[in-house]
């Protein structure tokens, strides 16, 4: 029969087009069920997804910050069956620290941490049951190396990945796969809000210096990036059906090559130094010239190191 898979934040970007792929699945393996917070959003998801509404996709309201949201989104699924939960949600913040307020900084880690557990408490006594089930969640890059003035996101989705790393060694017992997905950038509302948020920062309480090292070295520094290496959502959706269809699904799935040296330094030096120090020279020695230095970096990460993306292609 079809699985049933049920995916949070599908109102846009990754989450969006990762429930039209499976809903358009030619062999109609799934039934997608693509929660929002708010389905007055419904009509971009409803029109990508076209014939498959309301076949293999329908939709329920679902808040992953509220507690009864998610206890009600999953008791109108039938039987509570979930098949596939896919944990996609998630807020950025970006800026000096001194200036974001320790209520914003909840708000992100209330969303991309504790959202991602409420839904996996509401879901795994049910899979247990089972014994089977999928768990995927929606990490980043920034869940397996710091980035500059991302500090409060970064540690979310490191908290987020902490808690997965221990839960799957206990949900592998009862037959539960746990995956991880690993994006660089991905070219999403995402981004665009975060540069709005910036335009609307006045910085109080911060150094001349530090909005300076944000303003006109890393958000320039950012922007090139994202266009140099930014990956499209159908990108990351495909990634996330080969996670979900592989017989055994990788538990780390990075999607992106160019980004596979960032995270490879930490190993290559069990001191730290080499990837602060690698970080601090691509912002304040190289700048405009990333990615330049990012492919010599490639190049020159030792191969043993590598780490393999999972890649459609
Ligand atoms: P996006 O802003 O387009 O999508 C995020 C979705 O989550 C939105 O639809 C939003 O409404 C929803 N959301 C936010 N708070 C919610 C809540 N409390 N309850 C339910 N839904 C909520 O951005 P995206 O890039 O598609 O982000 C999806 C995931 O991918 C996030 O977890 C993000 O951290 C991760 N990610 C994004 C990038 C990137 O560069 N865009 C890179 C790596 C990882």
Request: with cysteine; aromatic share 8%; net charge neutral.
């Amino acid at each position: 029969g079809q699985k049933v898979v049920l995916i949070t934040g599908c109102s846009s970007g990754i989450g969006l087009r990762i429930a039209v792929t499976l809903a358009k699945d030619e062999k109609k393996r799934y039934h997608v069920i693509a929660t929002m917070r708010d389905l007055k959003k419904k009509d971009k998801l409803v029109e990508a997804a076209g014939d498959a509404y309301e076949k293999t996709m329908t939709l329920l309201p679902l808040d992953v910050c509220s507690d009864e949201s998610v206890r009600q989104c999953v008791n109108s699924v039938n039987d509570r069956h979930i098949d596939i939960l896919i944990n996609n949600a998630g807020v950025g913040l970006l800026g000096p620290v001194e200036s974001i307020s320790i209520e914003e900084m909840k708000r992100v880690f209330d969303t991309n941490f504790f959202g991602v557990v409420r839904m996996i408490k509401e879901v795994m006594p049910d899979m247990k049951k089972r014994r089977s089930g999928h768990i995927v969640v929606m990490s980043s890059v920034m869940g397996l190396q710091g980035v500059v003035f991302n500090d409060v996101y970064t540690a979310s989705k490191f908290a987020m990945e902490g808690f997965c790393e221990s839960m799957a060694v206990q949900l592998l017992k009862f037959n539960i796969r746990l995956s991880m997905i690993e994006p660089g950038p991905v070219h999403t509302e995402f981004e665009t809000k975060m540069m709005e948020d910036v335009a609307k920062m006045d910085f109080p309480g911060v150094d001349a210096d530090t909005v300076r090292y944000f303003k006109d070295v890393y958000l320039p520094s950012s922007t090139d990036i994202f266009e140099a290496m930014g990956q499209m959502p159908e990108d990351i959706a495909k990634c996330t059906k080969m996670v979900i269809e592989s017989d055994s699904p990788r538990f780390r799935n990075l999607t992106n090559s160019l980004y596979t040296p960032i995270v490879a330094l930490k190993y290559a030096d069990e001191t730290g130094g080499l990837s602060v120090n690698t970080f601090y020279n691509l912002l304040f020695n190289f700048g405009p010239l990333m990615h330049i230095t990012m492919s010599i970096l490639k190049c020159l990460t030792c191969s043993c190191l590598r780490r393999r993306t999972i890649s459609p292609n």
